[in-house]
């Protein structure tokens, strides 16, 4: 099982970045799947998920009409387009494989979790 997140960076508030999300064609295909982010000495927060259809999406209400959850299943590949970003959006961002095929944002239905990329938003 692997999952490996990349596209993390420096930006300056206003700005954007877009991280992508590598899997392995059997954690990903039938797969909900979801964004996580952490600033240390915090508990690990839900950013956004989608269904394993892409059909559903659902993101947290922090991120709300600034980040896109997407997939690509030819590609193997999940995204967050993060735009307008703020300097409290700094944190480690994971990806992560849920159980089931659904959109979720209960951290224990994820089973596999992935490397995380750090974002840096300066003010």
């Known amino acids: 099982v692997q999952l490996q997140a990349s596209g993390g960076g420096s930006v300056q508030a206003g700005g954007s970045l877009r991280l992508s999300c590598a899997a392995s064609?059997?954690?990903?295909?039938?797969?909900?799947m979801g964004w996580f982010r952490q600033v240390p000495g915090k508990e690990r927060e839900f950013v956004g998920s989608i269904s394993w259809n892409g059909a559903s999406t659902y993101v947290s209400d922090s991120v709300k009409g600034r980040f896109t959850v997407s997939r690509d299943n030819a590609k193997i590949a999940l995204y967050v387009q993060m735009n307008s970003l703020k300097p409290e959006d700094t944190a480690v961002y994971y990806c992560a494989a849920a159980r089931g095929g659904a959109a979720t944002s209960v951290r224990s239905y994820y089973n596999y979790w992935g490397k995380g990329t750090l974002v840096t938003v300066s003010s």
């Open positions: 064609r059997r954690t990903f295909m039938n797969n909900g």
